[in-house]
């Protein structure tokens, strides 16, 4: 069932087994999986069916940090939350990130182990659809049989059958909507935006939430158990905000609310030039028997990363930036006139589209255009065919497009771990939004770590390259450490602030979500994450709130919760 607030008269109660806050793609899945169970569920989303900008303002941050990517572009407040943003890209964090390294220091400890959440890789796959969950090229029979390049040798160190998995891309406001809208357990109340996590006076169970609709009347949520599913930041800061028993901030019982906030850090320096046949040189997607679209990725063994001390690491091949009309290519220039036009926001997300279009300050767009008049027929078929098959092809729609390489020459795109850094922090201020919740200021933090690693980890792949004469990397600065830290960017993927920990000093919410102290208060958000992996967190968010779902069920059967407080 699905309600708009307006309908919802000032300070009427709301009452449900589970109150879930936030309808992003976690708080769907666990409102459906425990709606299917037969638990009633109240699902509150700030936003509406539809993108607002005065709802979107709520999220915007305090001051300036000149390596946070603006909220608007990381975040939606709408039914779907940031799968109304995402391209579709599903990776699982690897047995690595889980265990305990030297790299990532001895206070980053996940208290569960990989093979706990592992088991939850298959359901993910199908909540977003992006097919079996095997993630390894030689486990897919379609696949097995080839090498990113010929002769490439898995080895102890480097291996490229790494599959990232794409969606159809799955935006979950259109894909579980209608679901939601014929339950019978679950309400769906949009436009309505909590504002406090009220507490008893001793601080050892919730009471109620408060939440305000757009008007400003304000609503109470009474339930047995309450999940905060708000997102990254948002959810930290409601737990800021949730102050009246908790001065500090609810859950920031050990200092630990807003710290070790984690991003990833993504650069390119480097080219590869491959030895190899260019014509066998496997540098887009490929379909698996399903007709799934997946990508290779070139990964570090898990002792090789312990043994160096690397953070997890992947890289994979990607276009020159289409921005650069110095690549000569009709195809990369029609893509960047089309991304830079007025209509450029409707065929990708606006972070994505400012990424794609950055170019030197001298690049004119007489220079795009003159290489698609001279590379007119591939230019004109690409539009035909990637328009076709991205935006009007029923059901799977290709991810993206590559351009062959006639010299075997491929830009490398890295994507690696951001160490948990204490220092890397959000906190509240005095500024408020329109209704009246305190502001954030983000101070994301990056060290020499993360910064050396880069180099390091394309100097062991040109290492392994070179060994084996599959080619060399060509380094596109003199200086690397200099050239990663121009690129130190983040926020897409937001982590860490709310993290897991065994013990209440050491974290904000304990291996089952629970915040620490308050056993029916969970949290089911990437900000509980203690590292932060190669991956991004779209996939891993889904499958620990799968996880969360099921410890929900087996705490009470349908119907049995029988510890609704009173409401206040």
């Given at each position: 069932?699905?309600?708009?607030?307006?309908?919802?008269?000032?300070?009427?109660?709301?009452?449900?087994?589970?109150?879930?806050?936030?309808?992003?793609?976690?708080?769907?899945?666990?409102?459906?999986?425990?709606?299917?169970?037969?638990?009633?569920?109240?699902?509150?989303?700030?936003?509406?069916?539809?993108?607002?900008?005065?709802?979107?303002?709520?999220?915007?941050?305090?001051?300036?940090?000149?390596?946070?990517?603006?909220?608007?572009?990381?975040?939606?407040?709408?039914?779907?939350?940031?799968?109304?943003?995402?391209?579709?890209?599903?990776?699982?964090?690897?047995?690595?990130?889980?265990?305990?390294?030297?790299?990532?220091?001895?206070?980053?400890?996940?208290?569960?182990?990989?093979?706990?959440?592992?088991?939850?890789?298959?359901?993910?796959?199908?909540?977003?659809?992006?097919?079996?969950?095997?993630?390894?090229?030689?486990?897919v029979r379609e696949l097995a049989d080839r090498a990113l390049v010929p002769g490439f040798a898995e080895g102890e160190e480097v291996s490229a059958t790494a599959l990232e998995r794409w969606s159809l891309p799955t935006n979950f406001r259109r894909e579980y909507q209608g679901e939601l809208e014929r339950s019978r357990m679950v309400r769906l109340i949009t436009n309505l935006t909590c504002t406090e996590i009220v507490c008893d006076p001793d601080g050892a169970r919730v009471a109620h939430l408060r939440a305000r609709t757009r008007a400003g009347g304000e609503v109470t949520i009474t339930a047995a158990r309450y999940v905060l599913a708000c997102?990254?930041?948002?959810?930290?800061?409601?737990?800021?905000?949730?102050?009246?028993?908790?001065?500090?901030?609810?859950?920031?019982?050990?200092?630990?609310?807003?710290?070790?906030?984690?991003?990833?850090?993504?650069?390119?320096?480097?080219?590869?030039?491959?030895?190899?046949?260019?014509?066998?040189?496997?540098y887009g997607h490929e379909r698996d028997r399903a007709g799934v679209y997946v990508r290779r990725r070139l990964t570090f063994s898990g002792d090789f990363l312990r043994e160096q001390q690397l953070p997890n690491t992947a890289m994979w091949l990607v276009n020159p930036a289409i921005g650069d009309p110095a690549h000569g290519s009709g195809v990369l220039s029609f893509a960047y006139l089309m991304l830079a036009s007025p209509l450029g926001r409707r065929f990708v997300a606006e972070g994505i589209r400012q990424a794609h279009i950055k170019g030197p300050p001298d690049a004119g767009v007489g220079a795009h255009l003159r290489n698609v008049l001279r590379d007119f027929g591939p230019a004109a078929l690409f539009a035909l065919t990637f328009g076709y098959q991205r935006y009007l092809k029923r059901g799977r729609k290709v991810p993206g497009f590559f351009v062959p390489s006639a010299g075997n020459v491929y830009p490398l795109l890295y994507h690696g771990e951001h160490l948990p850094h204490r220092e890397s922090y959000v906190e509240p201020t005095d500024a408020r939004d329109a209704l009246g919740m305190p502001r954030l200021r983000t101070h994301l933090r990056f060290d020499e770590v993360d910064v050396g690693s880069v180099a390091r980890a394309h100097r062991s792949l040109e290492n392994f390259l070179r060994e084996h004469r599959l080619g060399h990397l060509e380094y596109l600065y003199g200086d690397l450490e200099e050239a990663v830290r121009e690129q130190l960017f983040g926020g897409y993927h937001q982590a860490g602030t709310t993290r897991m920990s065994a013990r209440p000093e050491d974290g904000v919410v304990d291996r089952d979500l629970s915040v620490h102290g308050l056993p029916d208060l969970t949290i089911a958000s990437s900000s509980t994450f203690v590292t932060s992996g190669q991956a991004n967190s779209t996939f891993m968010i889904v499958a620990f709130a799968l996880r969360l779902a099921d410890r929900l069920r087996r705490e009470a059967p349908a119907g049995h919760w029988s510890d609704l407080p009173p409401r206040r």
């Open positions: 069932m699905l309600l708009d607030s307006a309908t919802i008269a000032p300070g009427e109660g709301l009452e449900a087994e589970i109150a879930v806050v936030g309808a992003g793609p976690a708080g769907i899945v666990l409102a459906l999986e425990l709606g299917r169970a037969g638990h009633r569920v109240l699902l509150v989303e700030s936003g509406g069916t539809a993108f607002d900008a005065e709802t979107q303002r709520l999220g915007d941050t305090q001051g300036s940090d000149p390596l946070h990517v603006p909220m608007s572009l990381t975040t939606r407040r709408q039914i779907g939350g940031a799968s109304n943003l995402w391209g579709g890209r599903c990776v699982p964090f690897d047995p690595v990130d889980f265990e305990p390294r030297e790299v990532v220091g001895e206070e980053s400890r996940w208290p569960v182990a990989y093979g706990e959440i592992e088991p939850y890789f298959a359901r993910a796959c199908e909540w977003c659809v992006c097919g079996e969950a095997v993630f390894d090229a030689r486990a997102g990254g930041l948002e959810t930290t800061r409601l737990l800021f905000a949730s102050n009246r028993h908790h001065p500090r901030g609810l859950g920031n019982h050990s200092g630990q609310l807003g710290r070790w906030y984690m991003a990833h850090v993504e650069s390119r320096i480097a080219r590869v030039h491959f030895a190899t046949p260019p014509a066998a040189t496997i």
